[in-house]
């Protein structure tokens, strides 16, 4: 097991800039960045319950998980929603950290009106206007490691997509909700998608593993829009999902 100290991970004083060109001049391309060797985590997305009964154990185990974000030099993704995920942007943001909201909403307003969300733990909130189900995949798709903590069926949602995407996902355990259901719940699932989730209880733990699995290996796994190449007969090779069952 890992111990409680937080690794090098990527905090800004440590990692190289993707690129380091003076102000005064605009490079279109950054001729020393590879896209396919890129261990650096920028982004934790926090995935949890909005509502429900939130023990104040749980709430303060979210808000250490922004704190532990923050400290690993990371920005942090959100729902831009109430609950567990605003007590982790909140964690965030009291150390210095980078928080941002990916909002459901077509503006502040309808934000605060419609959708009866916070604006104050975000340095930045992104006005989406796809509805709660459509902001799923922004989160998802802007984050590096996707972060599960409590949760209901929102939430599952979130997983769910991380998941059939590959993604790298920690778990927080002794969250509630989602989180606590999901090591019985992840084997009737009956397919590999080169998903990895790590589970542990202790907030700074969790994302201390998260980047170390991340940089070792997980950068690797092939972003959600790359497909292998057309055959000679110019048709799509069928994946093994789609394959015809054995009689």
Known sequence: MADDHVSDGDAPARQERS?????????DVDPNYDPDNDPTVRSFGVMGSSGGVLP?????????LGVAIADAGC???TGACPGLPYDAARG??????????ISPALS????????????????????TGSGLMGREV??????DIILIAGGRSGTLGEFCIAYD??????????SGGIADALPELVPQ???????VIIYDREPRRLVQRCIEMYRESHYRHPSTFSESAPTEDGQWPASASSAPRAS
């Open 165 to 174: 995407e590959g993604k790298l996902i920690g778990v927080l355990q002794d």
């Open 92 to 101: 965030a943001q009291s150390v210095g950290g980078l928080s941002v909201g």
């Open 189 to 195: 699932l009956g397919k590999n998608t080169g998903a």
């Open 56 to 64: 104040s154990e749980i709430r303060r185990k979210a808000f250490d």
């Open 19 to 27: 690129h380091p060109h003076p102000p005064d001049i605009a490079m």
């Open 108 to 127: 502040r307003s309808e934000h605060v009106k419609r959708y009866d969300s916070p604006v104050d733990a975000y340095d930045a909130i992104i006005y």
């Open 138 to 143: 922004h989160n998802i798709h802007s984050s």
């Open 75 to 77: 920005s942090l993704i």
